[in-house]
């Protein structure tokens, strides 16, 4: 099975910080990477599949990079309603499976 | 626009069945791969499975061995049922669209329609 570990699980930043986070597959998934965010008490949304496409109305100051087992998801200016819980899913295995732990951002 | 609604018991005895419907309005199930995913109180995302609308289906292999996810196209609804529910089964449960883009030399899935979640509590 492909496990994915999100680091850190949690940070502290303010309004207008740049703030990333990094997700690692225990092996190659080539681009098959999804980001999803989940406020406190709210259903998950989608922000970014493959790794760096964009869902639409998703603002551009997300942005997605990465291959094969590392990937990174930036946020360029973090804005309050950012201040969320951000998780990784592979899409690798057919069609799609399993998350990574989440990544808390925090005031 | 597409919308997802789970319905279902909220108060399960272990170790009954626990059993949901995610009811499909707006467009047609179709097409599509459906998924289950659950969350623990306070803790992260975990994908249960997923069944595409002609029946075919796929499941996490931590849970396969009690899970089943089933598809009605004559009522756009699909269905989880999870056997021998214990405490560890508590969770919001979502159910979600699993929509898909192809490229010449990638076929991207991913999540982009969800329920508002159900939460079923297992205790006796």
């Known amino acids: 099975d492909i496990q994915m570990t999100q680091s850190p699980s949690s940070l502290s930043a303010s309004v207008g910080d740049r703030v990333t986070i990094t997700c690692r597959a225990s092996q190659s998934i080539r681009s098959y990477l999804n980001w999803y965010q989940q406020r406190p008490g709210k259903v998950p949304k989608l922000l970014i599949y493959?790794?760096?496409t964009l869902q639409s109305g998703v603002p551009s100051r997300f942005s997605g990079s990465g291959s094969g087992t590392d990937f990174t998801l930036t946020i360029s200016s973090l804005q309050p309603e950012d201040f969320a819980t951000y998780y990784c899913q592979q899409s690798y295995s057919t069609p799609l499976g399993t998350f990574g732990q989440g990544t808390k951002v925090e005031i | 626009q597409v919308q997802l609604q789970e319905s279902g018991p909220g108060l399960v005895k272990p170790p009954e069945t626990l059993s949901l419907t995610c009811s499909v309005s707006?467009?047609?199930?179709?097409?599509?791969?459906w998924s289950w995913i659950r969350q623990p109180p306070g803790k992260g995302l975990e994908w249960i499975g997923y069944?595409?609308?002609?029946?075919?289906?796929n499941y996490n292999p931590s849970l396969e061995s009690r899970v089943t996810i089933s598809v009605d196209t004559s009522k756009n609804q699909f269905s989880l049922k999870l056997t021998s529910a214990t405490a560890a089964d508590t969770a919001v449960y979502f159910c979600?669209?699993?929509?898909?883009?192809?490229?010449?030399?990638?076929?991207?899935?991913?999540?982009?329609?969800w329920g508002k979640g159900t939460t079923v509590t297992v205790s006796s």
């Open positions: 493959g790794t760096s």
């Open positions: 707006g467009g047609s199930i179709s097409t599509y791969y």
């Open positions: 979600a669209r699993i929509n898909h883009v192809v490229t010449p030399t990638y076929y991207y899935y991913y999540m982009d329609v």
């Open positions: 069944v595409y609308y002609s029946g075919s289906t």
